[in-house]
């Protein structure tokens, strides 16, 4: 139940020819307090209710545990979402050892495109692809729960 990611912004779409699956996610938070955020989402036809403890200091540890639900019950807890209701496609794509998952985000995160990769230990070793960009693990800015509340097109 310990999650361990780094997270990265996207210099280029070169991603999308070297993925091997995409899901379109539509997500809102029962609660984003960053102490322990509340998520529901729903992934292709699937829901998942998910809570997220707070981050160490580096952000790239925090607990998180996940259940799948139906999707009607995800529409339902939707409904009673906080305002700013996450859209994006999840690209997946394997680099070595690892798997990224890309997120292309849209309407208010609209150009916003962020990569995490999830690892067994904060230090161990992975292959940066060529569109990977600067690294933003950490960053409360680029995380869902902040989105939804701050959107990316805000921002400049």
């Given amino acids: 139940m310990l999650e361990i990611e780094r997270k990265f912004l996207v210099k280029s779409d070169a991603f999308k020819a070297e993925a091997f699956r995409e899901n379109e996610i539509k ?3 029962l609660n984003s307090n960053p102490e322990r955020a509340v998520r529901v989402r729903i992934k292709d036809d699937v829901g998942f209710l998910t809570i997220k403890g707070k981050s160490d200091e580096s952000g790239t540890t925090r607990f998180e545990w996940e259940k799948q639900i139906s999707r ?3 529409e339902a807890l939707l409904k009673l979402s906080e305002p700013g209701m996450i859209s994006k496609i999840r690209y997946e ?9 890309v997120d292309q985000f849209f309407e208010d995160n609209e150009g916003l495109i962020l990569a995490e ?3 067994q230990s904060a230090t161990e070793d992975f292959e940066k692809p060529n569109w990977l960009g600067e690294e933003v693990t950490g960053d409360h800015r ?6 939804s509340k701050n959107p990316f097109k805000l921002w400049k």
Avoid at 95 to 100: E, F, L, Q
Wanted: aromatic content about 16%.
């Fill in 93 to 101: 794509v394997k680099a070595g050892a690892h798997i990224y998952e």
């Fill in 117 to 119: 990769i999830e690892l």
């Fill in 27 to 29: 997500q809102g938070y």
């Fill in 72 to 74: 009607e019950e995800a």
């Fill in 142 to 147: 680029y995380y869902n729960s902040q989105l």
